[in-house]
């Protein structure tokens, strides 16, 4: 059972736009959700990250935005810059709860910023 | 801070054989994570330590096990490999247990089962 599902699994934008990659989870437990970038030959790294008491973060050029209710949360990258390209990862976990020790991953997006 | 550490960062090694892979946490840092990385299905939790004990399990068979030493410096071990277990190999680290609350990752350690 994927209970983080992601899409899309690729996704290629110009320098300049705005990337978006979107979450849906089923286990309403979960209450912690980050989100990873990976470059190849990296692990992932901690990006940016939101609980669901707030329906969007932002860190600089990078947004999370959270639906409590549709049980969704996206991240969105302003001024796409090619070295933005990478995997990016969205998970989840249960802080308050049974499986508060691990991160429930989506499957990764390959995202390409082309110049 | 220098971050996790991970070796060696690549292993080719023959179906049956075993391994063991290492990882040098964050310093400060008590808790060691790993998990497992394919292109199939993706990043799946293997097993948690703490203060040298076993917290918490992935649903993995017993040949993946695991122990963390007294300066929270982790190995995990693969006996009677098979091919399905070449993969990423992750380790994470963080502050505390039992929170997956900012894991902080390693570069991995690529396996290749021939």
């Known amino acids: 059972q994927q209970q983080v599902k992601q899409s899309p699994q690729s996704l290629i934008v110009q320098k300049g736009g705005i990337s978006i990659i979107n979450c849906a989870y089923e286990?309403?437990?979960?209450?912690?959700f980050p989100w990873y970038q990976q470059f190849p030959g990296k692990g992932p790294a901690l990006l940016i990250a939101?609980?669901?008491?707030?329906s969007e973060k932002k860190e600089g050029r990078f947004t999370i935005s959270f639906n409590k209710s549709a049980k969704q949360f996206s991240l969105h990258i302003m001024d796409s810059q090619p070295g933005d390209s990478a995997t990016y990862f969205c998970?989840?976990?249960?802080?308050?709860?049974?499986?508060?020790?691990?991160?429930?991953f989506g499957k990764g997006t390959l995202l390409t910023v082309n110049p | 801070k220098a971050g996790v550490t991970q070796t060696p960062r690549y292993l080719i090694k023959t179906r049956g054989q075993q391994v063991t892979l290492s990882c040098s946490p964050i310093s400060g840092h008590r808790s060691v994570s790993w998990y497992q990385q394919t292109p199939g299905q993706g990043l799946q939790f293997l097993f948690e330590y703490f203060s040298e004990t076993q917290r918490n399990k992935g649903n993995f068979p017993g040949r993946f096990s695991g122990r963390q030493f007294s300066n929270s410096r982790s190995e995990m071990n693969v006996s009677t490999l098979e091919l399905g277990d070449s993969a990423l190999y992750l380790c994470a680290s963080s502050l505390v247990a039992d929170l997956a609350y900012e894991q902080y990752f390693g570069p991995g350690t690529r396996l290749t089962v021939t």
């Open positions: 939101i609980r669901p008491d707030v």
């Open positions: 998970a989840a976990s249960e802080e308050g709860g049974g499986s508060n020790y691990k991160l429930t």
């Open positions: 286990n309403t437990a979960f209450d912690y």
